[in-house]
């Protein structure tokens, strides 16, 4: 089957898979969605026997249907090696009665290396299919983790270059301290005086600029993301829960074809909608369970059906979450109006416009595979003391949010069924709120000492991405305005 790409805004267009990669977002500004849904074609008893990159091959040419399977299975070579600190690239660990899906064992200790470490591998075999000659500039906003990911993923990859903005005060120093020390001379990093959705809107703009598009194919450039609303980004991550459900049959923990829940720890939206599509493409998922912070937009939204930016922005200690316009929750939108693109355009627009949308109690209906929750901060420091009290176990800020949020779930609904929790991000990534949520006597130490302290307490190694930052020079020392952003980029690739 081949398998097309359209715009969740457009007139019908199609493109490839290859071409949507490319792109990025469509011409309208709406986010490319398939035209279709594959369905696994490989039994469960047979994917439970493979290794993470034949996983990663079974899911991926579903959707990538362009790419020929010796291109895919480079690329899944070339990500999933030994950039990743564990064989298995995404271990199962169970503690406390659920199974956490470590998804942070790639470069930057996070999730996002899962779509990250293959991004540039499909967009350059994207480019060389479609016959691009541009050097392909990669424009990212991030709220942390992304920025350092996605420069990681592409540094020195012949062919492309990469820009990241990200709030210059919104998030933690070892998140920052990764960012300014990253090698490559084709990165470049901008510190914004305003927050995540400032850069992403800035960066949304850029993406949207006809004029600005002309002067940079005129001087050999194209844009390109590597933000989560990239297809490239968002397939890679539907192969961890196909990985994580075949794991459990494996070891006997489930049947085939018994139904699980899954929690997921949710800024962007991007993460859960690949849980979304794994069930959607015949994963046996009961409920996906959407957990925010205080920043619990997506949480009112499940309740009310109506979407509201308009609120008080909070940095909490899990800042990749901290996020007011989820971008991914348009391809949600868009199939629950029926795929119906000229509904969830008019919506987009009332969001940019008015700062809310409501949806029809039909689509309402629709959400039922959902379930959103919100924990507060305190919520967030108690599930991690009480799940290292209990088990030994240490998990960062973002997990910890998805743990208390399925407690609730668990509360609400009397549900116990078997539950894979998306665990984002190393605790090692935000050491000093994990280690002041377990003790307060730790407040008085620096970075480096809470990290000698995680290592004791949960016996675990420090990982290599921590141990870099240690000695690792300042390389990027730039800040810019809200609106200075363009400018910054223009200046960068040298165009007047
Ligand atoms: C990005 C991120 C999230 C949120 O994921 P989305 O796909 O944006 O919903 C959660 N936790 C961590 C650690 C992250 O880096």
């Avoid at 290859?18 to 977002?25: D, E, T, V, Y």
């Avoid at 990743?84 to 470590?102: M, N, S």
């Avoid at 995680?454 to 390389?475: D, F, G, H, Q, Y």
């Amino acid at each position: 089957m081949n398998l097309t790409y359209t715009s969740t805004r457009g007139h019908g267009e199609t493109v490839t898979a290859s071409q949507a990669i490319l792109k990025g977002l469509a011409d309208d500004g709406g986010l490319f969605v398939p035209t279709a849904l594959p369905k696994l074609d490989v039994p469960m008893t047979s994917l439970a026997e493979m290794s993470y990159q034949e996983v990663a091959y079974e899911v991926m040419k579903l959707f990538l249907t362009d790419f020929t399977e010796e291109e895919l299975k480079n690329c899944i070579a070339r990500a999933y090696d030994s950039k990743f600190d564990t064989e298995v690239i995404a271990p199962l660990v169970q503690a406390d009665g659920v199974y956490f899906l470590e998804l942070f064992h790639g470069n930057t200790i996070a999730f996002k290396d899962m779509a990250l470490s293959i991004l540039p591998h499909l967009m350059t075999t994207a480019a060389k299919k479609n016959n691009v000659n541009n050097e392909i500039v990669i424009l990212t906003a991030t709220s942390g983790d992304t920025g350092k990911a996605a420069m990681a993923g592409f540094a020195d990859v012949p062919g492309t270059r990469i820009i990241v903005f990200y709030p210059k005060h919104g998030v933690s120093p070892v998140q920052e301290k990764q960012m300014v020390t990253q090698k490559g001379e084709n990165t470049f990093v901008v510190g914004i005086e305003g927050n995540f959705d400032d850069a992403q809107t800035g960066v949304k703009k850029m993406f949207n600029d006809k004029k600005l598009a002309e002067e940079l194919g005129a001087a050999g450039f194209q844009f390109s993301s590597a933000n989560s609303i990239n297809i490239g980004r968002l397939v890679p991550q539907v192969v961890y829960y196909v990985y994580a459900y075949a794991n459990l049959v494996k070891n006997e923990q489930i049947r085939s074809g018994d139904f699980i829940n899954i929690t997921v720890p949710t800024g962007n939206f991007g993460n859960i909608l690949a849980a979304y599509y794994a069930k959607l493409i015949g994963l046996p998922v009961n409920k996906l369970i959407c957990a925010s912070n205080t920043n619990k937009v997506l949480f009112d939204f499940f309740t009310t059906g109506t979407y509201d930016r308009k609120r008080e922005f909070t940095v909490t200690s899990s800042p990749s979450m901290d996020i007011l316009i989820s971008s991914n929750l348009e391809r949600l939108i868009y199939r629950i109006a029926g795929n119906d693109p000229e509904k969830n355009a008019a919506m987009m627009q009332a969001l940019t416009g008015e700062g809310e949308y409501s949806i029809t109690d039909e689509m309402k209906k629709e959400l039922k595979d959902f379930y959103g929750n919100y924990a507060d901060e305190q919520e967030t420091a108690e599930a991690i003391k009480a799940l290292y009290e209990d088990t030994g176990y240490v998990i960062d800020t973002h997990t910890a949010v998805a743990a208390a949020v399925y407690k609730k779930y668990v509360e609400d609904a009397n549900d116990v069924r078997p539950t894979v929790i998306a665990s984002t991000a190393s605790p090692f990534k935000f050491a000093r709120s994990v280690m002041t949520a377990i003790d307060s006597k730790y407040s008085t130490l620096d970075e480096f000492e809470l990290v000698d302290e995680l290592v004791k307490i949960s016996n675990t190694e420090e990982p290599e991405a921590v141990k870099e930052i240690r000695t690792a020079p300042v390389r990027h020392d730039h800040t810019c305005s809200v609106d200075g952003m363009e400018n910054t980029v223009k200046q960068w690739l040298g165009i007047k």
